[in-house]
């Protein structure tokens, strides 16, 4: 999303006359776009901020300027902080009010040295405000739902990107036309809770997620969608035949569980249990037998026993996933699990974390493994770092490396996959 979010910021740059740059020197601006989703993430910002501050200065010495913009959920979060420990930079605005960038630099123009901060909710979706989107490439990003009501008792979400809304079916159709005639094959159709969209159809009645893939499908020039992330009990029965029935909808889903703990699911405030979940992938395998399953894992989580991660371990080893992401509960200041009691010591999450990823990075092999030999559509979608190959994408979302010329970039080739690994596959052109 904050890279989606990064690049509409750019389409909106665009309409003032600015340009993107390779390099921080040659710029006039630099926005950074920030993510509050862990710790980590969030402090990284205030040391790369302090990378910048002696090119500020150094520019002001030259009598030029260099306006520095803070966007994202870690402004929104910690907007009094953040200004404390950032006082040169210039415009800091929350992920809802991007839109106003124009607006806040012409502040800044007539009103210089005087810093603003932008972390309003407002009342009218940003989506109206911003100008027509524009492929980068053969792959774009398009979101259809932000925000989220679901309140997991870790998550900043709520908080930083508000209440859940949908944007209107007419809206996300007509972006991704704009995305499909300016070069759009791959479409990713973003939402914090996606599979939680909702509107009305063409017809006007109402419509969920399924009924809003299926009009995207009709778009020529788009031959491959996807959607991220799904909230398992946001699943419904039209979402799960779209994979069987919609040759466009591609055999890959990211479907977060978190825990294989139901007593921990329950303290997360997850509402769905393990057995909920795994007839949820059950039914899916059935609809559509080859496609890639992939999830989201927190370990250490408060009051989390040996007991439960041993049976995250269990469910791992009943569901099987292509691929994954793992973490160490990170606690988030003012989440309701930040104040739990029993908050686990660091080894312990480093030592199950490392379990778990051995298991998942296991299974990850053993799914790619069975590809050596087969030959896949593959869409080319950039140069490799080493001469002579392209990077691509299977429909289940595997990277492939594959040895071909530039003139094949934005096609779908058939590839024989000649070996294998955890995260990549390498493929020659059949
Ligand atoms: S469903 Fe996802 S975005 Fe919403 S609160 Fe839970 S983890 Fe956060």
Same mark, same amino acid.
Not at 297 to 318: A, C, K, N, S
Not at 354 to 365: F, G, S
């Given at each position: ?13 665009? !309409?003032?006359?600015? #340009?993107?740059?390779?390099?921080? &020197? &040659?710029?006039?601006?630099?926005? *950074? ?8 993430? %969030? ?19 030259? /009598? ?9 959920? $870690? ?6 902080? *953040? ?13 809802? +009010? ?47 739902? #932000?925000?989220? &009501? ?6 900043? $979400? ?23 005639? !300016? ?12 599979? =939680? ?10 419509? &969920? ?8 499908? #009709? ?13 398992? %009990? ?24 978190? %825990?294989? %703990? ?19 992938? =059950? @039914?899916?395998?059935?609809? @559509? ?29 009943? $569901? ?13 200041? /003012? ?10 010591? #660091? ?25 050596? /030999? ?25 990277? $492939? ?18 070996? !294998?690994?955890? +995260? +990549? ?6």
């Amino acid at each position: 999303m904050n890279v989606y979010d990064s690049l509409r910021m750019v389409d909106l740059m665009r !309409t003032l006359g600015f #340009e993107q740059t390779d390099t921080p &020197d &040659d710029a006039d601006m630099i926005i *950074f776009n920030t993510c509050h989703i862990r710790e980590k993430a %969030s402090e990284k910002i205030f040391s790369e901020l302090g990378r910048f501050k002696p090119l500020k200065e150094q520019r002001k010495k030259q /009598g030029k300027d260099l306006i520095l913009v803070v966007a994202g959920c $870690v402004v929104q979060a910690e907007s009094a902080e *953040f200004m404390n420990r950032a006082g040169f930079v210039d415009i800091a605005l929350g992920p809802q +009010t991007y839109h106003r960038l124009p607006e806040l630099l012409r502040r800044l123009e007539q009103k210089r040295k005087q810093r603003i901060i932008d972390v309003e909710f407002p009342a009218v979706a940003k989506f109206d405000f911003l100008p027509a989107a524009k492929s980068n490439g053969v792959s774009s990003f398009l979101a259809i739902q #932000e925000g989220c &009501d679901r309140f997991c008792s870790y998550c900043v $979400v709520p908080y930083t990107r508000g209440a859940e809304y949908s944007r209107p079916l007419n809206e996300i159709v007509e972006e991704a036309r704009q995305l499909a005639e !300016t070069g759009t094959k791959d479409l990713m159709l973003l939402g914090q809770n996606v599979n =939680a969209w909702h509107g009305e159809g063409k017809d006007g009645t109402p419509s &969920d997620l399924s009924r809003l893939v299926k009009a995207v499908a #009709e778009i020529d020039g788009i031959e491959r969608i996807r959607y991220v992330t799904s909230y398992p %009990s946001d699943f419904t029965k039209e979402m799960i035949a779209m994979h069987r029935d919609i040759p466009k909808v591609m055999p890959y889903l990211h479907l977060p569980i978190q %825990s294989g %703990s139901d007593r921990i699911l329950k303290k997360m405030n997850r509402r769905y249990t393990c057995a909920e979940y795994e007839e949820i992938v =059950a @039914c899916l395998r059935e609809a @559509c037998p080859e496609i890639a399953l992939s999830s989201d894992f927190i370990v250490g989580f408060p009051e989390e026993t040996d007991d439960d991660f041993e049976q995250t371990m269990d469910l791992v080893r009943r $569901v099987t996933f292509a691929q994954s992401y793992s973490f160490k509960y990170s606690a988030r200041p /003012g989440t309701p699990a930040a104040a739990m009691k029993d908050q686990i010591p #660091e080894e312990i999450k480093t030592e199950r974390l490392e379990k778990l990823q051995a298991l998942l990075i296991e299974q990850h092999a053993a799914y790619n493994a069975g590809f050596l /030999g087969k030959t896949m559509h593959v869409l080319l979608e950039d140069k490799a770092k080493k001469a002579g190959y392209l990077l691509g994408h299977t429909p289940q979302m595997q990277n $492939v490396v594959v040895k071909a010329s530039e003139e094949f970039l934005g096609q779908i080739v058939p590839v024989r996959i000649t070996k !294998t690994a955890a +995260t +990549t596959l390498d493929g020659e052109l059949s």
